[in-house]
């Protein structure tokens, strides 16, 4: 987004942590565009549309899929060069894709997408880079956002702005067992809900079916890619199951593949499933795959002879700030984009692959908006105040990632998400304190959106997409064939 503002107009970019810990730089599997010669823009939409379970905004997918070349060619033209073969992109098929279509950069896309993007904003001019600063609050006026509150170095610092875009990522850090980093936990959401915008299907968390749990603890992604290329799944038997559950294997959408491996794991007693890409030999797994080999081989698991055993991991989260094709909020000047958006592409569970695309193709056009907005204006913003506090909530963080992964996991069941919503809203509450330091809002922010989060999952009672209840097992079209909007001081309501 910052690369494609108008050198006329100036950007802070601002960031909490090093790229390293973003969610983009440890995308592994890589971006779906459809360039494949027996692809097509309209077959995109049609996958996409179909995994959405009824609840993608079909204009949306529309651009995301339409402007998926355009996107590629920009990320080339800055230098990106993509694994090819002698016939062109080595273009990989994953999960409820029809054709191959995922390009890639070996299984390390994200960090190669992260490095190029992040070499080129250094070198542009009107960019500057505010490292290790932390976004606390969106600020307002009556007309809109015209700036934000970041700590940095301990000090709270005021920066005004024409407009203010949160590219904050998603909350799935919110979850004990998560592939993301624990910091991925959905500030800018908090942030912009605190500041009037409306936030949408924050219920649709994806959780990834094949995650490993490394000997250091951390939660290690085996990447789509590797099923697309003929993984397969075992029970502790060593039997394949996949297609007992879905006529589609282990290449079903990541929702029933996350289920059945914990329904198979329940019914050998408990007993682990495997990933097993012992067959695809150590020559491929080593060239294609060599992020997941080397990770796994410190490990002392060797693909090539070791099935891996896997469970599912919250992965990537669906809900966010709504914005309409523009990135435009309901709060003039204040956009988003990225996983922190509610574009609407994703629907009720998003199509492996697609999130990279969306950040660049809506990024590009949220900038390309505040471009065409924001290079006549010439005056200073009003001077600005916070639309709400930011409370200390007096209440421990021990537990809620855990109780969260437990509650609002790949199962989900009423009871049990109320009495969390209970326990959370119990917490005191003395608004009115102002946080002294970043722990104190990271605090706030993740009971914030745990709460928004159990809201929404209370209020769907049907299963669709990565939304599944267990006392609601059916998907009920008359009823919940709408997204879930939370405003603050309003009720939550589906629209
Ligand atoms: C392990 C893994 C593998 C994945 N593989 C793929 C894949 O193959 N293909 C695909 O399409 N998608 C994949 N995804 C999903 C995809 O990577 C993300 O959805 C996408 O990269 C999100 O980009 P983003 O810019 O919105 O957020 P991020 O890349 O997470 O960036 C968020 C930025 O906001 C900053 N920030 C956050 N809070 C604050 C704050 N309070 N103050 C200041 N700054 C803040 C962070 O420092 C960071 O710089 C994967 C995700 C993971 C975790």
């Excluded at 494609?4 to 599997?29: C, H, M, N, P, W």
Aim: aromatic residues 8%; negative net charge.
């Amino acid at each position: 987004m910052a690369l494609s503002i108008d050198a006329k107009l100036r950007v802070a970019l601002v960031s909490k942590e090093q790229i390293t810990q973003s969610s983009t730089y440890k995308a592994q599997g890589g971006m779906a565009v459809a360039v494949g010669p027996d692809d097509s823009i309209e077959e995109h939409i049609l996958d996409t549309l179909r995994v959405g379970q009824g609840l993608c905004r079909t204009e949306s997918v529309t651009v995301l899929a339409g402007e998926g070349p355009k996107a590629l060619e920009f990320l080339q033209s800055l230098g990106a060069d993509f694994c090819h073969t002698e016939d062109g992109l080595d273009l990989t098929r994953e999960a409820a894709h029809s054709r191959k279509r995922v390009v890639h950069y070996y299984d390390y896309t994200g960090k190669y997408i992260a490095e190029l993007l992040a070499g080129e904003v250094n070198r542009k001019s009107n960019v500057e880079r505010i490292d290790n600063a932390f976004l606390v609050d969106i600020l307002t006026t009556q007309d809109g956002c015209c700036g934000c509150i970041i700590e940095c170095e301990g000090r709270l610092i005021h920066l005004r702005s024409a407009a203010v875009v949160a590219a904050t990522g998603g909350y799935s850090g919110l979850f004990s067992r998560s592939t993301n980093e624990v910091s991925s936990c959905g500030d800018g959401i908090a942030a912009a809900y605190r500041a009037g915008a409306a936030v949408a299907d924050m219920e649709f968390v994806q959780f990834h079916p094949t995650a490993a749990t490394l000997s250091s603890g951390k939660v290690f992604l085996l990447t789509e890619a590797l099923r697309g290329e003929g993984a397969v799944l075992r029970n502790s038997e060593g039997e394949r199951f996949m297609f007992g559950y879905h006529p589609d294997g282990e290449l079903a959408p990541r929702d029933e593949v996350s289920r059945a491996i914990l329904l198979e794991a329940a019914k050998q007693g408990g007993g682990a499933v495997y990933l097993d890409a012992t067959h695809l030999g150590k020559e491929h797994l080593t060239g294609r795959f060599r992020q997941v080999y080397g990770e796994l081989a410190k490990n002392n698991l060797f693909m090539e002879h070791d099935a891996i055993p896997i469970l599912p991991a919250a992965h990537y989260t669906i809900g966010g700030i709504q914005t309409d094709l523009w990135g435009r909020t309901n709060v003039p000047s204040l956009y988003a984009c990225g996983e922190a958006a509610a574009t609407g592409v994703h629907g009720a569970n998003r199509l492996a692959s697609n999130s990279l695309l969306e950040g660049i193709v809506f990024g590009r056009r949220t900038a390309e908006y505040i471009n065409g907005s924001f290079l006549a204006i010439a005056s200073t913003p009003e001077v600005p105040k916070a639309t709400a506090e930011i409370g200390r909530l007096q209440v421990k963080m021990d537990g809620l990632r855990t109780k969260l992964a437990s509650v609002a996991g790949v199962v989900r069941q009423g009871e049990e998400l109320q009495a969390m919503l209970r326990w959370i809203n119990f917490a005191e509450k003395d608004y009115g304190v102002c946080p002294l330091n970043r722990q104190d809002y990271h605090i706030c922010n993740v009971h914030q959106l745990a709460g928004l989060l159990l809201e929404a999952a209370l209020l769907r009672t049907e299963s669709r997409g990565a939304h599944y209840r267990q006392d609601f097992p059916q998907k009920n079209d008359d009823i919940f064939c709408k997204h879930t909007l939370q405003q603050w001081g309003k009720e939550t309501v589906m629209e």
